[in-house]
């Protein structure tokens, strides 16, 4: 059993920023493939990005690439998502899942697939205001 506890949600201001944390009580296997999907009412579940622990190999949905960055600290088993330059269309519930085991690149059904995916965390609301 593995748990994920994000955290950095809130409110900012269109064009501004922020970070989002998500961490695991445990890795239990040496690669694993941390993703963050986010939510919109009356939306569905979309992959935004993910990262091979082991290799820090990444990858991004065209909607947010060149304005998020997510990275990984080991150690802390923490993987982090700066946003930037936010806009309306960022407004979510975002979430962060663990695929144990996989590397993003060979996960049943692609890194910006929920059902490829073994644990998800409660998620943290991100508020974007115009």
């Known amino acids: 059993q593995v748990q994920l506890v994000e955290s950095g949600g809130g409110s900012v201001q269109a064009g501004g920023s922020l970070r989002l944390s998500c961490a695991a009580s445990?890795?239990?296997?040496?690669?694993?493939?941390v993703g963050w999907f986010r939510q919109a009412p009356g939306r569905e579940r979309e992959g935004v990005t993910a990262?091979?622990?082991?290799?820090?190999?990444?990858y991004y949905s065209d909607s947010v690439r060149g304005r998020f960055a997510i990275s990984r600290d080991n150690i802390k088993r923490t993987v982090y998502l700066q946003m930037n330059s936010l806009n309306a269309e960022d407004n979510a519930m975002y979430y962060c899942?663990?695929?144990?085991?996989?590397?993003?690149?060979?996960?049943?059904?692609?890194?910006?697939?929920?059902?490829?995916?073994?644990?998800w965390g409660q998620g943290t609301k991100v508020t974007v205001a115009s």
């Open positions: 990262i091979t622990t082991s290799l820090g190999f990444t």
């Open positions: 445990t890795y239990t296997a040496s690669v694993n493939c």
């Open positions: 899942a663990i695929a144990l085991g996989a590397r993003c690149s060979s996960t049943r059904r692609g890194w910006s697939s929920a059902g490829s995916y073994n644990y």
